[in-house]
């Protein structure tokens, strides 16, 4: 039964069809996929291509429910769940799979497909950038193909169908773009978004300088931002993130327990702007420090941290009030204190020495900061992207031994200097800087910007922002990281000044994103008012909303329909019939309709009978059709002549 | 009403549905095709389709999708992700452009009834159906069906035809119309099916099933009692046989030509001309159906054997002659006996009912 009774050559063309639109589905989804249901999938496909090219029997029902039963499990126990966007995904790469083991009809086919469809539906919701545009379009065509391929027993050729689905899409994209426009849209979710496990921010909320000694040096932007009266200076853009307040020796982590909450108050000018946000799947909202106003979707941590209600995973953007400089009311409290005090003991002992000796000979906790800023920048201390591994005791390692390293070593040694010179001192990672787009207007701020630096308690401001980072590579921080690596490498800074054109396609192309970004990607309810209101219609609701949709809809259809009428046109090819059939026509307008028995000769004769006046033209007329017809040699400059006398004849 | 409708569909896969769903569905396919009939009545042959005998609906295929759709849509609406609600979006209206070419497709297709090959009843009638395509464009995946099956779908290229066959079982002998049937396409995506109901009332001539019984043939008469002579001879006339390259002109017979018979040659036989005759008369004992099967039977066998035979029946005498012209001739009068001045329209066996005949007929 499960044997083809007579081999089908269409059926493997059908099949490979099908395998190409999973693939093409499943392919943005691979770099998060386990590879065994990469595997699994890719030997499902050529398991059943196999089968078919040798006509083997395909696997019994047995067989394919134990497969299926252990791939389901195995997805089950990779994710710990079914739920959720990337165990979904997985499981839906799986179902392809599974299901192409037991593909024989065309329906089974199709089911394929649409499991392909749920895919490629899936990839938008990890990611909506402008490239997935393309994507879409190419991979909706490969669909068309692939149904109108599977539907159809006497395939056509190829260009013929592609050409064909090809104009199909052509005319259902203006459809979408209508609906998309005024199809009316819901305010709110109705459940929330599953955020990915896997987090892709170039922060990762803590920080082991001394481990392996890999930074984010990815281009990918993080986050662009739009001043609405101009950017603050570049050393005072720091985009506050994670504050790490416990220290083990290796790594620096998050406070687990909250602390109680100082207001600030800003001392210089206040900056209002609007963050967008790429999704990250933390709810982390890098607001310019320190954030004074913020909307009721986010929250302010105690350590003035911005966090949003839900993890970011759509593109996202809020409206905040920042003011760089600023001041802590109050004191800092008793526990907080403890926290910012506290070091793991007997560790990195050279450096605590080193400190309580620097403290010794400052006159007050400001001169020691000075001290300790000047001696990273006297001594050797390097900046470097690739600082060498370090020890157990990994600040004694970096201060004395190694004396490598990037924002994150020198933040790390300088706030346990601190500590132990009695200063209550914690890191604070986000980013730092971010590129002025001319074009947009919008700063943009890229994971490569993702920065570390100190903070200290000083009584009377509060939490003073110390960045030793600053003080060996001062550049670093007005000019953001690529301004360091152009200083240090003069090579890097000749080829940039060749790709100046480069630059400037790269600040386009960001504005081709931002524009996608806040036009279509986040396009809304209230996108859809202000185009209503520029079309002229105010106060719309959703019902004179459909109401419009289904008659600009109506319209495109109709026209459509005309349009394909026209196409599908009974068409006579023989131009001399036709010029005829036109005379006839023009003749019947007066009376002189052709009787059913006569001939050209005859009826013309009739006519110039009839109406003397005609004679000339019409006895022409025929002359050039018989000539035409029955002539030995006829000529296109007859039938030019024909057609002309005809459409000069005046009746 | 009609006996073909409380036959479940073959084409439908069993027991997929359930009983009541499928019952659901035979019922609503009959509704509307009643309905269909009254609104069109006998359609002229040929026809060109016009837009307004098209009905479309979406396949299963089709809903399967609108499902898949709206759970898309959903899904984007909550996330509020514009670029998967764009693609829901063009999926859907990638739909509905497809749903405008299906019905495109099927409009404006002429539609012909082509000749049909007399069978003997009990066997399958095959109508042959052109559908021609006076587009530039061509058409695709047509296909021709009603309740016992449809052809595999063909497509049409720009300016020309393609002639489907359609089966349907001649039980009785008489003509057999084939009072209804649909044109349909899927095409594009099988999404939709477009179909017309048509009535082209085409007819097919159904001989009498040839009995099983062994009753003998009456034994070969000659016409002038004299000896049997198969030599040839030129004197009288015995028959006609088919037409072989290499044969005088002057023995064609011109007249059955022009009869629109074939071509056939005249037989001359010696002296004496030796031909069964069939004789309804003969049959005693049997009833009107085991008659005429029993001739058939006969006609049928000396046919084979290349007799000629004769043909008496109580309204009608056909002389003794040979070849495939008269053979089909005694067959159509057995076929026909009894029927030949009826109403075909109630002679068909196919809708023997009173209500068979369409309500309103509209005038093309």
């Known amino acids: ?651 | 009403m009609r006996r073909l409708r409380s036959k479940p569909r073959s084409r439908a896969s069993p027991g997929r549905r359930t009983r009541f769903t499928s019952r659901v569905l035979d019922w609503l396919r009959l509704r509307t095709r009643t309905w269909a009939r009254r609104r069109h009545g006998v359609d002229p042959d040929p026809i060109v389709l016009s837009g307004r005998r098209i009905y479309i609906v979406p396949s299963r295929l089709g809903l399967t999708y609108a499902l898949m759709l709206f759970a898309m849509f959903m899904g984007a609406m909550n996330y509020a992700n514009n670029l998967a609600l764009g693609l829901t979006f063009l999926l859907g209206s990638l739909g509905l452009v497809a749903m405008h070419y299906c019905q495109r497709n099927l409009a404006g297709v002429r539609v012909a009834s082509a000749a049909c090959e007399p069978v003997f009843a009990g066997q399958q009638a095959s109508f042959r159906i052109a559908l021609e395509n006076a587009a530039p464009l061509p058409r695709h995946e047509l296909t021709i069906g009603n309740d016992h099956g449809s052809a595999a779908p063909v497509g049409v290229a720009a300016a020309s035809r393609s002639v489907l066959e359609i089966k349907m079982p001649a039980p009785r002998r008489g003509y057999l119309t084939l009072d209804q049937f649909e044109i349909l396409t899927r095409y594009p995506f099988g999404m939709f099916r477009a179909w017309a109901h048509l009535n082209l009332q085409v007819r097919c001539i159904v001989y009498p099933k040839p009995s099983d019984s062994r009753i003998p043939p009456p034994p070969l008469e000659t016409d002038t009692g004299g000896p049997q002579d198969h030599a040839r001879g030129d004197e009288d006339f015995a028959g006609l046989r088919g037409f072989h390259p290499g044969d005088s002109p002057r023995h064609i017979a011109w007249k059955a030509y022009a009869r629109e018979q074939g071509l056939h040659v005249k037989v001359y036989a010696g002296t004496a001309v030796t031909s069964h005759l069939f004789d309804w008369n003969r049959l005693e004992g049997l009833d009107i159906e085991e008659r005429l099967s029993q001739l058939c039977r006969w006609i049928e066998d000396a046919h084979a054997a290349g007799h000629a035979f004769g043909l008496r029946l109580p309204n009608n005498e056909v002389p003794p002659n040979i070849g495939p012209a008269h053979r089909e001739r005694c067959l159509t009068a057995l076929a026909l006996f009894n029927l030949e001045s009826a109403n075909p329209e109630s002679a068909n066996p196919g809708s023997a009912n009173a209500d068979a005949a369409p309500a309103s007929r509209k005038s093309a």
């Not at chain 1, 001696?375 to 490598?404: G, H």
Request: proline content about 6%; charged content about 20%.
């Open chain 1, 1 to 651: 039964m499960s044997r083809s009774a007579a081999p089908d050559p269409t059926r493997m063309q059908h099949l490979l069809w099908v395998i190409a639109c999973l693939a093409m589905a499943a392919a943005p989804h691979l770099p998060g996929v386990p590879l065994w249901i990469i595997l699994f999938t890719a030997s499902s496909a050529a398991w059943r291509l196999t089968v078919e090219s040798l006509r083997w029997r395909l696997p019994p029902t047995w067989l394919r429910s134990l497969i299926a039963i252990s791939a389901m499990l195995g997805v089950f126990v990779t994710y710990r769940t079914l739920n959720g966007l990337e165990a979904g995904s997985a499981f839906l790469v799986v179902m392809g799979g599974m299901k192409l083991l037991e593909t024989h009809s065309r329906r089974d086919l199709t089911v394929v497909l649409f499991v392909a469809c749920f895919l490629l539906f899936a990839t938008f919701l990890y990611n909506q950038s402008l490239l997935r545009l393309p994507y879409m379009l190419g991979s909706v065509w490969l669909f068309a193909l692939t149904l109108l391929r599977i539907h159809q027993r006497e395939p056509m050729p190829v260009r013929e169908a592609l050409r064909g689905t090809g104009r199909m899409l052509m005319q259902a994209i203006p459809v979408a773009v209508l609906l998309f426009l005024f199809f009316p849209r819901l305010p709110g979710q109705f459940w929330a978004m599953p955020a990915r496990s896997k987090a892709t921010s170039g922060l990762s909320g803590d920080m082991s300088p001394g481990d392996v000694s890999e930074l984010s040096l990815s281009d990918e932007i993080a986050f662009r931002v739009k001043f609405t009266d101009g950017p603050p200076r570049p050393e005072q853009r720091y985009w506050r993130g994670p504050v790490l307040h416990d220290f083990d020796g290796v790594t620096w982590r998050m406070a687990k327990v909250g602390y109680l909450e100082r207001g600030v108050t800003a001392l210089g000018p206040s900056y209002e702007y609007r963050i967008v946000l790429q999704p990250h799947q933390r709810n982390w909202v890098f607001a310019l420090d320190a954030v004074t106003r913020w909307p009721s979707t986010t929250r302010r941590n105690f350590d003035y941290q911005l966090l949003a209600n839900e993890p970011i995973a759509t593109l996202s953007s809020f409206k905040l009030t920042s003011s760089p400089v600023y001041r802590v009311d109050g004191d800092l409290p008793r526990a907080l204190e403890l926290t910012t005090l506290r070091l793991p003991p007997q560790r990195n002992s050279r450096s605590l020495a080193l400190a309580r000796q620097l403290r010794a000979a400052s006159g007050s906790d400001v001169d020691f900061i000075r001290a300790v800023l000047a001696k990273f920048r006297n001594e050797k201390y390097y900046y470097t992207l690739e600082p060498p591994r370090l020890q157990l005791d990994s600040v004694d390692d970096f201060m004395f031994n190694t004396r490598r390293g990037f924002c994150e070593h020198f933040a790390s040694a300088f706030t346990v200097l601190a500590r132990a010179a009695g200063i209550p001192a914690r890191v604070v990672t986000g980013y730092q800087g971010g590129e002025i787009n001319p074009m947009t207007g919008y700063i943009v701020v890229r994971q490569s910007d993702a920065h570390a630096w100190s903070e200290v308690w000083l009584p009377p401001q509060g939490w003073v922002r110390v960045d030793p980072t600053a003080a060996v590579a001062p550049e670093r921080v007005e000019r953001g990281r690529q301004g360091t690596l152009i200083d240090n490498e003069p090579a890097t800074r000749r080829l940039f000044g060749e790709l100046h054109a480069l630059l400037q396609l790269r600040r386009t192309w960001d504005a081709v994103n931002t524009f996608w970004n806040d036009q279509v990607v986040s396009f809304s309810q209230a996108q859809q008012q202000s185009i209503l209101e520029r079309l002229g219609l105010q106060d719309t609701d959703w019902r004179a909303l459909g109401i419009a949709l289904i008659l600009s809809l109506a319209g495109f259809f109709t026209a459509l329909s005309l349009w394909l009428a026209w196409r599908f046109r009974p068409h006579n090819d023989d131009a001399v019939a036709r010029a005829y059939q036109r005379l006839c026509r023009k003749l019947a307008r007066r009376d002189l309709e052709r009787a059913a028995h006569e001939g050209p000769n005859d009826y013309l004769q009739r006519v110039a009978a009839q109406q003397p006046q005609l004679g000339a033209a019409v006895g022409e007329i025929r002359e050039l059709y018989i000539g035409l017809r029955y002539g030995p040699n006829p000529q296109n400059t007859q039938l030019r002549r024909l057609k002309i006398a005809v459409r000069q004849l005046r009746v």
